[in-house]
Protein backbone atom coordinates (compact mmCIF):
# COMPACT_ATOMS: atom_id res chain seq x y z
CA UNK A 1 0.00 0.00 0.00
CA UNK A 2 1.38 3.48 -0.72
CA UNK A 3 1.66 6.13 -2.94
CA UNK A 4 5.24 7.57 -5.26
CA UNK A 5 6.63 9.37 -2.77
CA UNK A 6 10.28 10.43 -2.13
CA UNK A 7 10.67 13.06 0.40
CA UNK A 8 13.45 14.99 1.26
CA UNK A 9 14.60 16.27 4.66
CA UNK A 10 17.14 18.91 5.21
CA UNK A 11 18.72 20.36 8.20
CA UNK A 12 20.94 22.77 7.64
CA UNK A 13 22.93 24.04 10.81
CA UNK A 14 25.49 27.14 11.18
CA UNK A 15 25.97 29.33 13.58
CA UNK A 16 27.46 32.97 14.05
CA UNK A 17 30.52 33.78 16.13
CA UNK A 18 31.55 37.49 15.61
CA UNK A 19 30.97 38.01 12.17
CA UNK A 20 32.35 34.49 11.18
CA UNK A 21 30.48 31.32 10.60
CA UNK A 22 31.60 28.14 11.65
CA UNK A 23 30.59 25.43 10.16
CA UNK A 24 30.20 21.94 11.47
CA UNK A 25 31.40 18.85 9.03
CA UNK A 26 27.93 16.61 7.71
CA UNK A 27 25.53 19.02 8.39
CA UNK A 28 23.46 18.51 5.70
CA UNK A 29 21.49 15.16 5.42
CA UNK A 30 18.89 13.96 2.77
CA UNK A 31 16.90 11.02 3.46
CA UNK A 32 13.55 9.74 1.36
CA UNK A 33 11.95 6.15 0.58
CA UNK A 34 11.10 5.60 -2.93
CA UNK A 35 8.88 3.37 -3.21
CA UNK A 36 8.00 0.45 -6.23
CA UNK A 37 3.95 1.23 -7.18
CA UNK A 38 1.91 0.18 -10.77
CA UNK A 39 0.76 3.21 -11.44
CA UNK A 40 1.41 7.03 -11.40
CA UNK A 41 -1.58 9.71 -10.21
CA UNK A 42 -1.77 12.15 -12.71
CA UNK A 43 -0.41 15.74 -10.90
CA UNK A 44 -3.60 17.15 -11.79
CA UNK A 45 -5.60 14.85 -10.09
CA UNK A 46 -3.47 15.26 -6.37
CA UNK A 47 -5.81 17.77 -5.62
CA UNK A 48 -9.74 17.66 -7.00
CA UNK A 49 -12.25 20.78 -6.20
CA UNK A 50 -15.73 19.66 -7.06
CA UNK A 51 -18.53 22.82 -7.51
CA UNK A 52 -21.77 21.31 -6.84
CA UNK A 53 -22.79 24.92 -7.69
CA UNK A 54 -26.67 26.27 -6.64
CA UNK A 55 -28.63 22.95 -4.83
CA UNK A 56 -32.14 23.87 -4.44
CA UNK A 57 -33.64 22.85 -1.37
CA UNK A 58 -36.58 21.85 -2.37
CA UNK A 59 -34.80 18.76 -4.22
CA UNK A 60 -33.45 17.53 -1.59
CA UNK A 61 -36.54 17.25 0.29
CA UNK A 62 -38.34 15.84 -2.38
CA UNK A 63 -35.33 13.08 -3.38
CA UNK A 64 -33.34 13.10 0.03
CA UNK A 65 -30.05 13.91 -2.19
CA UNK A 66 -28.67 14.77 -5.29
CA UNK A 67 -27.38 12.86 -8.16
CA UNK A 68 -23.68 12.05 -8.54
CA UNK A 69 -21.41 14.19 -9.77
CA UNK A 70 -18.60 11.90 -11.45
CA UNK A 71 -14.97 12.51 -10.50
CA UNK A 72 -12.11 10.10 -12.61
CA UNK A 73 -8.99 9.49 -10.83
CA UNK A 74 -6.00 8.92 -13.96
CA UNK A 75 -3.53 6.73 -13.26
CA UNK A 76 -0.61 6.82 -15.74
CA UNK A 77 2.04 4.48 -16.74
CA UNK A 78 0.49 1.79 -15.32
CA UNK A 79 3.73 -1.33 -15.30
CA UNK A 80 1.85 -4.68 -13.90
CA UNK A 81 5.21 -6.03 -14.02
CA UNK A 82 5.47 -5.45 -10.41
CA UNK A 83 2.90 -7.63 -9.71
CA UNK A 84 0.12 -4.73 -8.74
CA UNK A 85 -2.93 -5.72 -10.80
CA UNK A 86 -5.81 -4.32 -8.27
CA UNK A 87 -6.08 -1.05 -7.46
CA UNK A 88 -7.76 0.10 -3.92
CA UNK A 89 -9.37 3.08 -2.72
CA UNK A 90 -9.74 4.64 0.77
CA UNK A 91 -11.21 8.19 1.63
CA UNK A 92 -10.69 9.60 5.00
CA UNK A 93 -12.96 12.69 6.99
CA UNK A 94 -15.13 13.93 9.28
CA UNK A 95 -17.58 10.79 8.98
CA UNK A 96 -21.29 11.69 10.17
CA UNK A 97 -22.74 9.79 13.24
CA UNK A 98 -26.01 10.78 11.61
CA UNK A 99 -25.03 8.80 8.49
CA UNK A 100 -21.91 7.07 9.27
CA UNK A 101 -19.71 6.33 5.67
CA UNK A 102 -21.09 10.34 4.45
CA UNK A 103 -18.79 13.07 5.42
CA UNK A 104 -19.86 16.09 7.65
CA UNK A 105 -19.49 19.76 5.82
CA UNK A 106 -17.14 22.19 7.39
CA UNK A 107 -19.64 24.91 7.29
CA UNK A 108 -21.49 26.11 10.22
CA UNK A 109 -24.48 27.87 8.22
CA UNK A 110 -25.85 24.59 6.45
CA UNK A 111 -26.90 22.29 8.93
CA UNK A 112 -27.90 18.46 8.12
CA UNK A 113 -26.19 18.52 4.46
CA UNK A 114 -23.75 15.70 4.00
CA UNK A 115 -21.79 14.71 0.97
CA UNK A 116 -21.15 11.05 0.14
CA UNK A 117 -19.89 8.73 -2.52
CA UNK A 118 -20.75 5.89 -4.64
CA UNK A 119 -19.14 3.70 -7.43
CA UNK A 120 -20.06 4.73 -11.18
CA UNK A 121 -23.22 1.92 -10.67
CA UNK A 122 -24.20 3.72 -7.53
CA UNK A 123 -22.77 1.27 -4.55
CA UNK A 124 -21.65 3.34 -1.38
CA UNK A 125 -18.14 3.76 -0.59
CA UNK A 126 -18.18 4.54 2.89
CA UNK A 127 -15.37 6.99 4.80
CA UNK A 128 -12.52 5.31 6.65
CA UNK A 129 -12.47 2.00 4.64
CA UNK A 130 -10.71 0.17 1.45
CA UNK A 131 -12.68 -0.31 -1.25
CA UNK A 132 -11.33 -2.11 -4.64
CA UNK A 133 -12.02 -0.32 -7.17
CA UNK A 134 -11.26 -2.59 -10.18
CA UNK A 135 -8.08 -4.18 -12.04
CA UNK A 136 -5.24 -2.34 -13.58
CA UNK A 137 -4.17 -2.69 -17.55
CA UNK A 138 -0.87 -1.94 -18.52
CA UNK A 139 -0.59 2.28 -19.57
CA UNK A 140 -3.63 4.11 -18.75
CA UNK A 141 -6.15 3.53 -16.41
CA UNK A 142 -9.54 5.47 -14.76
CA UNK A 143 -10.75 4.90 -11.12
CA UNK A 144 -14.08 6.82 -11.49
CA UNK A 145 -16.65 7.81 -8.52
CA UNK A 146 -19.41 9.89 -7.87
CA UNK A 147 -19.80 12.46 -4.61
CA UNK A 148 -23.20 13.93 -4.14
CA UNK A 149 -24.88 15.55 -1.25
CA UNK A 150 -27.79 14.22 1.03
CA UNK A 151 -29.85 15.70 3.71
CA UNK A 152 -30.06 13.66 7.29
CA UNK A 153 -33.41 12.37 7.36
CA UNK A 154 -34.12 14.34 10.55
CA UNK A 155 -33.00 17.93 8.87
CA UNK A 156 -35.39 16.61 5.71
CA UNK A 157 -38.51 15.66 8.07
CA UNK A 158 -38.21 18.81 9.82
CA UNK A 159 -37.31 20.97 6.66
CA UNK A 160 -34.38 22.60 8.70
CA UNK A 161 -31.75 22.51 6.23
CA UNK A 162 -29.60 25.79 6.49
CA UNK A 163 -28.85 27.41 3.49
CA UNK A 164 -26.03 29.18 2.52
CA UNK A 165 -22.14 28.33 0.64
CA UNK A 166 -20.88 24.87 2.13
CA UNK A 167 -17.52 23.18 1.72
CA UNK A 168 -16.24 19.57 2.99
CA UNK A 169 -12.43 17.76 2.55
CA UNK A 170 -11.36 14.81 2.72
CA UNK A 171 -8.08 13.09 1.42
CA UNK A 172 -8.12 9.84 -0.62
CA UNK A 173 -5.63 7.17 -0.93
CA UNK A 174 -4.74 4.68 -3.39
CA UNK A 175 -3.08 1.14 -2.95
CA UNK A 176 -2.33 -1.67 -5.07
CA UNK A 177 -2.19 -5.41 -4.35
Request: proline letters at 2%.
Amino acid sequence: MGKWAITLSAWVTASLWLSAVQAAEDNLYFSGTLVNEPCVLDERDELIKLDFKSVIDKDLYLNGRTRGNLIDLHLKNCDLDVGKRMVSITFNGNESSALPGLLVLQSASVQGLLVGLETTGGEALPLNKSHRMGELSSGNNLVSFNAYLQGEPEVLANRALGLGDFEASLTFALSYE
